[in-house]
């Protein structure tokens, strides 16, 4: 048991594993923070070993320092529902009402101070000051008594049991550490061996050996038929020993983000999982991205709510990276990677509702991937770059009323795109939203965000590296520019109340897309397209002496042909779309031929 490397066994392929993980590591972390001091540094790594988790330290947990260690408090908070409520002698714990209602004055005194330019004054700063803390959603979700884990039954809950029982064990704290030492030492343990030696620990200490498994720490247990095979019903709460439900308990503090969607009183529940995550910055990153959720902009549907939930992780981990100095930035390498998805896989999900008026039951379990994005970074400005791309989805995303049937479609697409990888899903995301923008516009919304093509060519260099000839050829770049001077910039100059010039192709994308399915009819259309493109440029050079976008060319046909036939129609046509619905690239912008408001 004394060695520097633990096993978590993967049993139930739920969160449930990763607490049992985060909640050793910090237990770990708990223990080298009191033999080593302040002034000496230790590494704690978790990864994912496949049938396990594993945990590497820097160096080996010695013998000798469980002689000498002494008792700490519970990494884990014991919850109360008011002041009122008494708590264990020698235990942190936190207050939910209060929490609760510190949620709601800084909400209050937000929405108050909205509009009076409090950026860069005393008030922002006094707003800060007001903010829950970060970990408040979990304070909340976890004490929530519908979800029976604080308390059930106006009694006191499995989950404070859990907690409370370690200050119990004071007595036998260095045994009670063995044991959970013990337990994790080997890939495969006899579990017999290590039930054997907390049960004795048990047995004198005179307290509970297993515990009721709880929803809110085993999303696929409770009060049902459990059994992986039965051979009777029965309709008994599951139980775990002790230990288990102790880690947990901890690891529910580092590594949950529980969110409540708008469209129901659903809670979800998003369970941070590991590939290979130094513990240090995986503990600062975390506490960004909590940020990140807190000033999230209202409450979130659910499909908005997964989908930022990854993208703002991603963020919240460069900013970690960005703002790191050039020694750290070393340290940071040595520890871990530093594209996010390939220090953390993604995200467990859970989602809790409200099935009946006393309960939330887990109805669903999901997994999301974080975003393969990040390509090869190497510098600053290839963090900065990706930074910017993440922004630029979040602006349009947070945009799409999901409330609207092609508005749950197209995030629908996007998320499947954004935690899957799915680039047909994206593509299909941007002929649904090519639709959307000219809607909006339409309707006369003055600003509508759209995606840039150095966002897009950034995304392809980073996970499609095949397609970039495609964007970087020149009667690509072309063709794409008579797309979005035919739709998105004429609508958005009628829009704004502004004259243009030409006519405004609505449909078009949606076209290109549907005749991509066969070559020779993809070629034609195009083709027309062009055709008709250039005629309106003659006509209005003509009658105006003037013309305000380029013309096609010959050789521009010509190179989309030949994409076509080496790439296919339909790839061709799925980044003439992506790209002629963009915003007009930032070199071409404020140019009185070109330029975005030129038309």
Request: with cysteine; proline share 4%.
């Amino acid at each position: 048991m004394f060695q520097d490397i633990y096993y978590i066994p993967k049993r139930t392929g739920t969160y449930s594993d990763v607490l049992v993980a985060y909640g050793l590591a910090a237990l770990l972390n708990r223990i080298f923070q009191q033999v080593k001091g302040p002034h000496e540094t230790w590494r704690i790594t978790l990864e994912d070993g496949g049938s396990h988790y594993l945990l590497r330290l820097s160096e080996p947990v010695r013998e000798e320092w469980l002689d000498r260690l002494s008792f700490f408090r519970s990494p884990a908070y014991y919850l109360t529902r008011n002041e009122a409520d008494p708590v264990p002698p020698d235990t942190n714990a936190r207050d939910v009402s209060a929490t609760r209602e510190q949620v709601r004055a800084y909400r209050e005194q937000r929405r108050t101070l909205r509009g009076e330019g409090v950026r860069g004054s005393e008030l922002e700063q006094w707003l800060q000051d007001l903010e829950p803390p970060r970990d408040w959603a979990v304070v909340v979700f976890a004490g929530e008594g519908r979800m029976q884990a604080a308390w059930a039954g106006g009694r006191e809950g499995s989950y404070n049991r859990v907690v409370k029982q370690w200050v119990q064990l004071r007595p036998f704290f260095a045994e009670t550490i063995r044991a959970i030492l013990e337990m994790f030492s080997i890939p495969d343990p006899s579990s017999e061996t290590s039930v054997e030696i907390w049960a004795k620990i048990a047995r004198e200490a005179g307290l509970r050996m297993a515990d009721t498994a709880s929803q809110l720490l085993n999303p696929h247990q409770g009060k049902g038929q459990n059994q992986l095979k039965a051979n009777m019903l029965r309709m008994d709460n599951m139980s775990c020993p002790w230990p288990e439900e102790f880690l947990k308990a901890v690891g529910l503090w580092h590594c949950m983000a529980p969110r409540q969607v708008m469209d129901s009183n659903d809670w979800k529940v998003y369970t941070l999982a590991p590939l290979r995550l130094s513990w240090r910055i995986h503990e600062e990153a975390f506490r960004k991205f909590n940020q990140y959720l807190w000033r999230e902009r209202g409450q979130a549907t659910s499909l908005k709510a997964d989908i930022t939930s990854v993208l703002l992780f991603t963020r919240a981990w460069l900013d970690y990276v960005a703002a790191a100095s050039r020694d750290e930035l070393s340290v940071i390498l040595a520890e871990a990677d530093i594209a996010p998805e390939r220090a953390v896989a993604g995200f467990h999900v859970a989602q809790f509702k409200l099935l009946s008026r006393n309960a939330y039951t887990m109805v669903n379990l999901s997994f999301l991937n974080l975003p393969a994005w990040s390509g090869d970074l190497q510098t600053r400005a290839d963090v900065t770059s990706l930074q910017q791309v993440i922004d630029e989805h979040l602006e349009v995303i947070r945009r799409i009323d999901e409330d609207r049937s092609d508005g749950f479609d197209l995030l629908r697409r996007y998320r499947d795109f954004v935690a899957g990888n799915k680039w047909d899903a994206f593509f299909d995301f941007l002929v649904g939203y090519s639709h959307e923008l000219m809607r909006r516009l339409n309707e006369g919304d003055r600003w509508v965000p759209m995606f840039s093509p150095s966002g897009l060519r950034r995304l392809i260099m980073a996970s499609r590296k095949e397609l970039l000839p495609i964007v970087q050829n020149p009667g690509f770049q072309n063709v794409a520019y008579a797309i979005r001077h035919s739709t998105v910039i004429p609508q958005s100059r009628k829009a704004r109340g502004q004259e243009f010039l030409y006519e405004i192709r609505y449909g078009l994308g949606a076209e290109l897309k549907r005749k991509a399915t066969v070559r020779d009819e993809f070629i034609a259309a195009l083709s027309d397209f062009m055709h008709s493109y250039n005629r309106e440029n003659a006509q209005v050079l003509e009658n105006r002496k003037q013309q305000m976008r380029r013309d096609l060319r010959t050789t521009d046909i010509e190179e989309i042909v030949r994409l076509v036939d080496e790439y296919g129609s339909e790839v061709v046509a799925n980044l003439l779309v992506a790209y002629g619905y963009a915003r007009e690239p930032r070199d071409e912008e404020g140019n009185g031929e070109q330029g975005a408001d030129s038309n």
